[in-house]
């Protein structure tokens, strides 16, 4: 799988929108972009992925570069219970694993 | 909540015993995944179970072995337990293997050993 690169962290203000960049350079076209977030001490939990297009759900927005070698998750409205870390994955479609890196830490403060 | 649930949530061994944790996957998933995170760093792969066989494993000695039961269910066991077992240990279930499909997390089984 590719490997991601994320700032370690970021803060963000209290109904902003937090924008979390993922570098992803090594990408191949049958890799899939995922991203999690894990509130401390608790599992993982999934946001969002992508292939190539641009994705929303009611979570979040995933926007993926035209060349896929970097992505940005938006939270539109952050909220103090935000507050995660946040990992960017890469992970082949046919892959059985996650490979999770260090994650963004993201402080929503209000 | 994901629906996958994991047992115990806390657990003390010391050196040198056996562990086996437990995973009861999501409705309708047959694939449960298990992962070793320790303090402070992010999930490691430890393996991956799809129709009661082993699919995939990651760079863990043989000592972490697991089963997985015809209701999907799962287990981790690890033998001769060593500090650095000491971790949160994570369960996913997915609904088939491969494919994309998103795996989807339990709250983890924290193990302490002395």
């Known amino acids: 799988d590719a490997k991601t690169t994320q700032p370690p962290s970021m803060d963000c203000a209290e109904g902003r929108a937090a924008n979390l960049p993922c570098n992803h350079s090594t990408i191949s076209g049958n890799e899939y972009v995922y991203w999690y977030r894990q509130i401390h001490s608790q599992g993982p939990q999934y946001i969002i992925h992508?292939?190539?297009n641009n994705e929303t759900n009611e979570m979040a927005s995933l926007i993926i570069t035209e060349d896929r070698k970097s992505s940005t998750l938006i939270l539109p409205h952050a909220t103090l219970r935000d507050t995660a870390v946040y990992y960017c994955?890469?992970?082949?479609?046919?892959?059985?694993?996650?490979?999770f890196g260090e994650g963004t830490q993201l402080t929503v403060n209000p | 909540e994901t629906g996958v649930t994991q047992s115990p949530t806390h657990l003390i061994k010391t050196r040198g015993q056996q562990v086996t944790l437990r995973c009861s996957s999501q409705s309708g998933h047959n694939t449960v995944s298990w992962y070793q995170q320790a303090l402070g760093q992010g999930p490691q792969f430890i393996f991956q179970?799809?129709?009661?066989?082993?699919?995939g494993r990651g760079n863990f000695p043989p000592r972490f072995s697991g089963l997985q039961f015809p209701n999907y269910s799962s287990e981790l066991n690890v033998n001769a337990l060593e500090l650095d077992d000491s971790a949160l240990y994570l369960c996913?279930?997915?609904?088939?293997?491969?494919?994309?499909?998103?795996?989807?997390f339990g709250p983890g089984t924290r193990l302490l050993v002395l």
């Open positions: 179970y799809y129709r009661e066989e082993e699919n």
């Open positions: 992508g292939l190539k």
């Open positions: 996913a279930s997915s609904p088939s293997t491969g494919g994309g499909e998103t795996q989807y």
């Open positions: 994955i890469v992970r082949e479609t046919s892959g059985s694993r996650l490979t």
